[in-house]
């Protein structure tokens, strides 16, 4: 129960540094457009508005956030990932002739629940790296250039 509890305690001290790091980027998107059209790399006619959405796309913590949100996923659904594997290895024992070999609990039990929660894992994280890359942001060389008509 305490390993749990070190799990959540850990989950949440992420999800914080992570609430605070899109925070602090959201901050300091103000000093880098005043910077950018100080140096003449941005049209004064650049809104703050538009210039912090595209900031925070452009360099907010996007990949760590998938990354979080796969492991809360992960750690929330792992009891009930458990108990229907469970459920699904007994049905098949007792179709089979309940093999003591094959009981629930022995070696061949745990390490096929292993086995299959790490596919679990590696199938969610295959589907969220997916969907980072479909939807990848620009880097801010990219913003500029856009919020300049195109061209650099």
Known sequence: MLLYFFVVAGLLIWGASLAWRWREVKAFAPDVLAAKKRD????????????TDLYLRSEGPRGQTYFFVCAAIMFLLLGPFVAGFNAVWQMFWEMSGKSPVFETGTLIHTFMV?????FATIGLLAIAMRRYYALMPPNLKQVIRDLNGGAL
């Not at 003449?40 to 210039?51: G, I, Q, W, Y």
């Not at 292993?114 to 790490?118: G, I, V």
Request: charged share 30%; glycine share 0%; proline share 6%.
């Open 40 to 51: 003449k790399e941005l049209p004064e006619s650049v809104t703050d508005e538009a210039f």
């Open 114 to 118: 292993f086995l299959t929660f790490m």
